[in-house]
């Protein structure tokens, strides 16, 4: 009896193992259906389960915290029918899927002379691997047999001799993990890119890996860097690997083929979608044919670009363009059957996502790509990175896209009679001469009448008007009549009045081409002279962004100074969050907000980080953000925006200027800003997006608190949803919201040094970077009152409203 019961224990030792926190199997385990091991560090398990709308079942890697959610398949294209399936080693020490048949449905099939005794683990990466239990050593691995899921530490592999590839097969459908007809993968020659391939044809690529992102997805430019690596071997095979994050995320080819990147979002027990790969017509593979442009925010959406034409009119009006466009002319090099194309030259096309098929050499210089394309007679376009170096095309032109701020520049060779002929760039030279003459000598006369009446202001203002005009290449920027400015607003009658200042006013106007324009006159009362004004046209003349309002052209006439900007039905974001009325709060819930608050950030780190010069805007506040017709925001108002030097981290100025609310504590009290100034304006900005109310109109006559007070009150308490917009349904959010209160309270740090900068903040909201600091208290949480002044006197010079009653004022503040 007693041997009985030692039999029977003994028996179950195999089966007391799989109940402990082991993340390996071994030879003395049978492994069953209802079985699972769990990783190291509890992330991944291997077991048995079935996909929606079937009873198959399948061995597979999944989450531990979403067991539906596989990233490895072993039989994808043998299911289980019951759940009689058995993971055992066989006597050759590979690892054996059977069902109840004792048929083999999967095996890890390794041949050649390998020990016999061998082990399985399921790691923290996500990895199976098989290995020597001796030597520790690894004789296959899950990872170097994909399924639908690209993990990072994980890689995709191209031979650019052989043609070997390691791609991602996507399931059959959402109920059968059979490969299908989708693949995703790596293609190396030349320039590497990521593709998506449909029955083996391309369907989407993401343009040339430069080094640090991939070219033609305009989301990794800003804040996504550094996500992956790629390197190559001494056999000519290029490897790509996603980097290893503080959080869950994958990167999947769905059963529609498309690539989507998720994120576990742990307070809501679910993954979030934050990017997919198609997202609209121009993303798919040659929408618009050989030589033709796409442009999502065209309509339609394809166009040939200058010098092309379509090859069937008949088509490309019906909407199907997939032949393309051609020439209208030959090739000056093609028709002399000569190389030197002296008679040929370059059209210039901004922002772009390079076309398929670039030969690559490298360089540094621009202008060595232009001689090398412009000499050799095949060479039809060229484009320069300074990580790629020359990239250069002989074939027809596919896959070419145009973004909006980001991407690189494409040089079309042409013929030179579709470029500007000899008689245009003499009348090109001719014209703004005479213009500029006219116009200096209608000056000099006016400043001698001004002067004999008035003294020298007018123009002293028309000199620094020319010498800032020449830093800010305004010969590039339109210039518009008071006339047709005037006419384009009716007079500027009140009922085309969009908003006011303290720079004066904006009106809606109409050009005769029927475009919309925002018409920014500024008041000869302003405090806003000459010098604000040139500083917007220097700053904003040089930036482009999708989120940085544009700057269409200007006017300056005797006092007249007017700068005209693309319109936003919208308005500005001040109006719609504090509408008394509350009529914008339907349309901003959210989703919405959250949106506005990202896209904000990005356009701050495009002027701190990504643009040519570096800029500090100063006043970054909600009637400074405007919205276009998809709620879309905009950074506008650069009057008062410092351009820093590549060396620059902070500056200091005699003359504070901005809104007072929005200003951080050593830029109000010392003069001294730099990036961390708007950083604090930001995290205001979140509060005031967030709460719905106005951070200079928030009083807590109870508890004496500021919004930004009241914000770190209720944080404190973990009660931050009696915090948020009384609008906004947050059920569903929570766990964003509460982050994005944290987050904003990181901003608004006393000390410059303790606020993130706006690429951390960026990598922070989306999650990125997972875990948070603790924040300290704001040092504005109080409302001033008169116990905080005590016996502070100061000249009174620029007094500040406020909805305290005080009587402190800051000399050298210059309030808007």
């Known amino acids: ?181 989708w693949i995703g993968g790596l293609e190396a020659l030349n320039v590497p890119q990521i593709f998506i391939w449909n029955n083996g044809r391309p369907y989407w690529r993401s343009g040339p890996w430069n080094g640090m992102i991939l070219s033609g997805v305009p989301d990794m430019y800003s804040p996504y860097l550094a996500l992956f690596s790629l390197w190559n071997d001494t056999t000519g095979t290029f490897y790509m690997t996603p980097h290893e994050l503080r959080f869950l995320t994958r990167y999947s080819l769905n059963s529609t083929g498309n690539i989507e990147t998720t994120m576990w979002n742990n307070q809501q027990r679910k993954w979030d979608v934050t990017w997919v790969a198609v997202q609209n017509e121009c993303d798919v ?8 442009s796409c442009n999502i925010r065209d309509s339609p959406i394809c166009s040939c670009t200058r010098g092309f034409e379509p090859v069937n009119n008949e088509e490309w009006e019906s909407g199907n363009w997939t032949s393309g466009c ?141 010498d800032e005009s020449e830093k800010a290449n305004v010969e590039e920027l339109p210039l518009f009549s008071f006339e047709i400015l005037s006419n384009a607003t009716n007079q500027f009658h009140e009922n085309h009045l969009l908003g006011r200042g303290g720079f004066g006013f904006v009106y809606k106007g109409y050009l005769e081409n029927g475009k919309v324009i925002a018409v920014k006159r500024l008041s000869t009362a302003s405090g806003q002279g000459t010098e604000e004004f040139m500083n917007e046209v220097v700053v904003i003349s040089k930036l482009q962004h999708r989120n940085l309002v544009r700057l269409i052209g200007c006017c300056v006439e005797g006092e007249e100074k007017m700068l005209i900007y693309e319109y936003m039905p919208n308005k500005s974001l001040d109006g719609c969050l504090f509408d008394p009325n509350h009529l914008s709060h339907k349309i901003l819930d959210w989703k919405k907000r959250f949106s506005i608050i990202e896209s904000i950030g990005r356009g701050l780190m495009y002027l701190h980080k990504d643009s040519i010069l570096k800029i500090i805007h100063r006043d970054l506040k909600p009637s400074n953000v405007l919205l276009d017709e998809d709620w879309n925001p905009k950074i506008s108002d650069f009057g008062m925006a410092r351009i820093f030097g590549g060396n620059e981290d902070f500056d200091n100025t005699s003359r504070v200027v901005g809104t007072y609310g929005y200003m951080a504590p050593e830029y109000a009290m010392e003069g001294r800003f730099s990036e961390k100034s708007d950083v604090y304006s930001f995290g205001v900005l979140m509060l005031e997006i967030i709460s719905g109310k106005k951070n200079t109109h928030y009083y807590n006559q109870e508890l004496s608190l500021s919004l930004l007070g009241c914000a770190w009150k209720l944080w404190n308490e973990e ?28 901003c608004i740090q006393e000390f410059p040094n303790e606020r993130p900068s706006i690429q951390t903040i960026l990598s922070m909201i989306s999650r990125e970077i997972i875990n948070l600091q603790m924040p300290k208290q704001p040092v504005f949480a109080e409302k001033w009152n008169r116990s905080h002044v005590g016996t502070i006197t100061t000249q009174r010079s620029s007094p500040v409203g406020y909805p305290c009653s005080n009587d402190l004022t800051i000399t050298v503040l210059d309030g808007r």
Not at 88 to 96: E, M, Y
Not at 728 to 745: D, P
């Open 719 to 746: 009660n931050c949803l009696n915090f948020v917009d009384q609008t906004i349904e947050s059920s569903n959010f929570e766990g964003e919201i509460v982050r994005c209160i944290h987050i904003a309270l990181l």
């Open 285 to 292: 593979y040659q929408t618009c044919g050989p030589f033709g």
């Open 1 to 181: 009896m007693n041997k009985n019961i030692i039999s029977f224990v003994l028996s179950l030792v195999p089966l007391l193992c799989l109940c402990l926190d082991t993340d390996t199997l071994t030879s003395n385990i049978t492994f069953r259906d209802s079985d699972t091991i769990i990783s190291g560090g509890h992330v991944f398990k291997l077991g048995f389960f079935s996909p929606v709308n079937t009873t198959n079942r399948y061995l597979a890697v999944f989450y531990n915290v979403s067991e539906k959610t596989t990233v490895w398949i072993a039989n994808r294209d043998r299911p289980l029918n019951d759940s009689s399936g058995t993971v055992t080693f066989s006597r050759n020490g590979n690892l054996v899927l059977t069902n109840g048949r004792n048929e083999t449905l999967w095996s890890t099939n390794v041949t050649g002379t390998y020990p016999r005794n061998t082990s399985a683990q399921i790691q923290n990466n996500g990895n199976f691997v098989l290995s020597d239990t001796s030597t520790r050593s690894i004789i296959w691995e899950s990872f170097s047999h994909p399924s639908d899921v690209f993990l990072p530490t994980m890689r995709i592999s191209d031979n650019i001799y052989t043609g070997h590839k390691m791609v991602i097969p996507a399931w059959k459908n959402e109920s059968d993990p059979e490969p299908g007809s």
């Open 326 to 466: 051609a020439r209208r002319r030959q090739l000056s090099c093609e028709q002399s059957n000569n190389t030197s194309g002296n008679r040929d030259g370059f059209l210039r096309l901004r922002f772009t996502k390079v076309p398929d098929f670039a030969e690559r050499f490298p360089s540094s210089q621009p202008d060595v790509c232009r001689t090398r394309c412009m000499s050799n007679c095949s060479c039809i376009a060229y484009a320069h990175d300074s990580y790629i170096g020359c990239m250069s095309w002989s074939e027809p032109l596919v896959d070419f896209q145009m973004f909006n701020g980001v991407g690189i520049d494409l040089f079309l060779r042409l013929e030179a009679s579709e470029l500007d002929n000899h008689s245009d760039r003499m009348l090109v030279i001719i014209i703004p001469v005479v213009v500029g003459f006219a116009a200096i000598s209608f000056v000099m006369i006016i400043a001698w009448f001004w002067n004999k009446r008035k003294g020298k202001r007018f123009a002293k203002s028309a000199i620094v008007f020319k």
